[in-house]
Every structure is written in C-alpha cells, then in structure tokens.
T-cell receptor, first 114, second 110 residues
Framework: NAGVTQTPKFQVLKTGQSMTLQCAQD?????MSWYRQDPGMGLRLIHY???????DQGEVPNGYNVSRSTTEDFPLRLLSAAPSQTSVYFC?????????????FGSGTRLTVV | EDQVTQSPEALRLQEGESSSLNCSYT??????LFWYRQDPGKGPEFLFT???AGEEKEKERLKATLTKKESFLHITAPKPEDSATYLC???????????FGQGTRLTINP
C-alpha cells in the first residue's frame, strides 16, 4: 500500500517554464488537495478536489491549475513558473472532507524557480 | 478569521525531560483538531484527531488534550527520535481545508 505518491521529489525550473507535479493515491480517497509550505507561513491550500471531475480553488490558487479525471490522480500544473513559486509542495488525500478525517500527505516536491 | 497559533516556535529538551506544546485556535464551530509530526524532508504524518473539549488521545510518549480554545501535546520522557516539527491544524465547518499552525520545532538532546 503506497499511500500518496508524489513525483518528482526535486525540480529546478527557469522563470517562465511550465511543469506538472504528479500526485497519485491508492486508498480510494474521495478528497485530494495541494498545499505549499513556506518558511514562517505554514501550509497553505492551493487547490482541492472532492471527487473525480470536481475541483476548486484554495487560498493561493494563482499561477496553478488542477484537474481530476480519475479518483487516483490529482496533478498540479504550473503555467509559467515564477520565483515566488519556489516552495515545497505537498499533496494530501482523505477518505472524505465531510467529517474530521485525517489527511494522508505525500513526501513532497521541492521546487526551485530561478 | 480562523486562526491557529502554536507555541513555542522551537523547544530544546534533554532526553527524559517532559514538556508540553501548545496550539491555540480561534474558529467558529470546530469540526476537529489534528496533530501531525513532520520530519525534515518528509510530509506531515498524522498523529491524532480530537473532536470535543475534554477529549484525550495517547500514543507512546505523546498525549494530546483539547479544551474549547486550545490543545496541548504533552511529551513524557522524550527520546532523541521524538525530535521533529509538530503541526497543529483545525477543520472548520464548510471549509474544504485544514487551517495549519506554523509548527513547533522540537529537539531532544541525548
């Protein structure tokens, strides 16, 4: 049982480049989300999904796109990378968001934009 | 605005020296308070969920408690392997997210 798998673990981009951060879970979780973690700012929600075909914005969605075509996968796309997007990105999933279920986090993607 | 504040920011203890971490929150209608442990270079690892004031949960040397305004994570006779950042988060009604505190970085010296 792999849990939540994120790829890649590290990435360096040049300003203006685009890329996709991958996230996959094998727990049949309904809810998936993307957070970014920055020093002194804690974890902040970028986008989330409550099921296949349903996505919505979190606190800091600008510059990012998501889609959810299957229950298992929830990729995060950076459209045109900026240095302000240098951060550690975590994907998290949960059985449901309609209760106090704990989230399972992936191991993160450390992104540097130069 | 829903807010979670953790204190202290960093705590250094000797092995065996018990202490507590604090998580205070201002939310309307708490739907759950979560504690996570995060090791360097890793994702947060779920520890506990607390639902209502007076509730307590235990796991090895850790015990989490909850009141109407704050939660404590008590660490009894800690070992060096307990060194990590401990994160607190709350779930509020209607919000499709957890609101996280900034964490307490705990270091246990042998």
């Amino acid at each position: 049982n792999a849990g939540v798998t994120q790829t890649p673990k590290f990435q360096v981009l040049k300003t203006g480049q685009s890329m996709t951060l991958q996230c996959a879970q094998d727990m049949n979780h309904e809810y998936m989300s993307w957070y970014r973690q920055d020093p002194g700012m804690g974890l902040r929600l970028i986008h989330y999904s409550v099921g296949a075909g349903i996505t919505d914005q979190g606190e800091v969605p600008n510059g990012y796109n998501v889609s959810r075509s299957t229950t298992e996968d929830f990729p995060l796309r950076l459209l045109s990378a900026a240095p302000s997007q240098t951060s550690v990105y975590f994907c998290a999933s949960s059985y449901s968001n309609r209760g106090a279920y704990g989230y399972t986090f992936g191991s993160g993607t450390r992104l540097t934009v130069v | 605005e829903d807010q979670v504040t953790q204190s202290p920011e960093a705590l250094r203890l000797q092995e065996g020296e018990s202490s507590s971490l604090n998580c205070s929150y201002t939310v309307s209608g708490l739907r759950g308070l979560f504690w996570y442990r995060q090791d360097p270079g890793k994702g947060p690892e779920f520890l506990f969920t607390l639902y209502s004031a007076g509730e307590e949960k235990e796991k090895e040397r850790l015990k989490a408690t909850l009141t109407k305004k704050e939660s404590f994570l008590h660490i009894t006779a800690p070992k060096p392997e307990d060194s990590a950042t401990y994160l607190c988060a709350v779930k509020v009604p209607g919000a499709q997210k957890l609101v996280f505190g900034q964490g307490t970085r705990l270091t246990i010296n042998p």
